[in-house]
């Protein structure tokens, strides 16, 4: 081979070990994931359910993937400011979210969003709670009875709150409301935490939300959207118990923006699980009130493609639906 072959092979053989150290470097980077810190975004405010679901995984999930992952408060709009702002992040692995129900099943059928269902990878389901009649500090009655009654006989005087129109708890305490026959006045507020604070300062006279809100704040519970009592507050009876046969929770889990690569799915589809079964995870959990739940992706996607079709129904029959 003249000198002018040798050059030439000589080059197809650097240009080939090139070639083979990119590959190898970018299956290095793949592996590499999480190679520095995963946002968290909270679509609510600091101290809500969401919130404080969120701080209670942060530590297992971090230890999981032996990276540290940092929580985002970005509330406002039913938490659809939050959910929009994971949907259009780069799908790389580093900006995810923990959504509850509402932004995805229910605020789809209310108002024009920037995003659907199909804009997120559904990573896994973390927790489901029952919800619950939380009443005012201050309200003028202590059951559900009395808040019927005060509706009936002053409409206007009856305030209740929710995290927003058309909110899980919004349509819950909706519900109630219509099958009793009662007018009230709602006050949509930003999250449970500003809510929760409404009530304890006379603002608001009942709300619907998860078991941890009364629980951190002390406020009275009237009743249970559950088929059954549920084991933290035995003493509460259901609605259903009271005449107005309605159950609902607020589940949430990991989601991503769509596009998320498969192998980086399936890193932190193990890591949510790994995180949700830990004792750290299920004894904060349980200091709330909350009951952790896990699935995987393509069931938690499952349901909740399930539940959007039946909150559309039912905010079609409650006048509310923009379809």
């Known amino acids: 081979m003249g000198g002018g072959g040798w050059k030439r092979a000589g080059r197809r053989g650097l240009g080939l070990l090139a070639a083979l150290a990119l590959l190898a470097g970018g299956a290095a980077a793949q592996e590499a994931y999480p190679a520095r810190p ?39 709009a039913s938490g659809t400011i939050g959910d929009a702002e994971v949907a259009r992040a780069r799908p790389d ?34 927790y489901d709670n029952p919800q619950v009649l939380v009443l005012g500090r201050q309200a003028p009655f202590r059951d559900i009875a009395g808040m019927v009654a005060l509706g009936r006989t002053k409409p206007e005087a009856l305030v209740y709150g929710s995290p927003g129109q058309g ?25 449970a935490g500003p809510m929760a604070q409404a009530a304890l300062g006379g603002q608001i006279m009942a ?11 002390g406020l009275p519970v009237a009743g249970v959207f559950n088929a059954e009592r549920i084991a933290a507050l035995p003493e509460v009876p259901t609605v ?20 998320l690569p498969d192998a980086i799915a399936a890193v932190l589809e193990r890591a949510c699980g790994e995180a949700v ?3 750290s995870f299920r004894t904060a959990a349980a200091r709330l009130n909350s009951v952790p739940s896990y699935a995987g992706g393509a069931a938690f996607r499952e349901r909740f493609a399930a539940e959007s079709e039946s909150n559309r129904q039912v905010l079609q029959d409650l006048g509310m639906a923009r379809e």
């Open 240 to 259: 259903t118990e009271a005449g107005y046969p309605i159950v609902g929770s607020s589940a949430g889990g990991l989601v991503a923006p769509a596009g």
């Open 38 to 76: 995963i946002q968290l975004v909270v679509p609510y405010p600091p101290g809500g359910n969401t919130d404080l679901m969120a701080r209670a995984l942060q530590q297992s999930l971090s230890q999981a993937l032996n990276q540290s992952v940092v929580i985002v408060n970005r509330g406002g």
């Open 277 to 279: 079964a830990s004792e």
């Open 167 to 191: 909110s899980t708890q919004h349509i819950l305490i909706a519900r109630l409301l219509r099958r009793a026959g009662v007018e009230a006045l709602h006050a949509p507020f930003s999250g």
């Open 207 to 217: 709300f619907v939300e998860s078991p941890s809100i009364p629980v951190s704040t």
């Open 93 to 126: 692995g580093y900006t995810i979210g923990l959504s509850p129900n509402t932004p995805l099943t229910a605020q789809t059928h209310l108002v024009p969003l920037s995003y659907s269902l199909g804009s997120f990878r559904f990573l896994c389901l973390v």
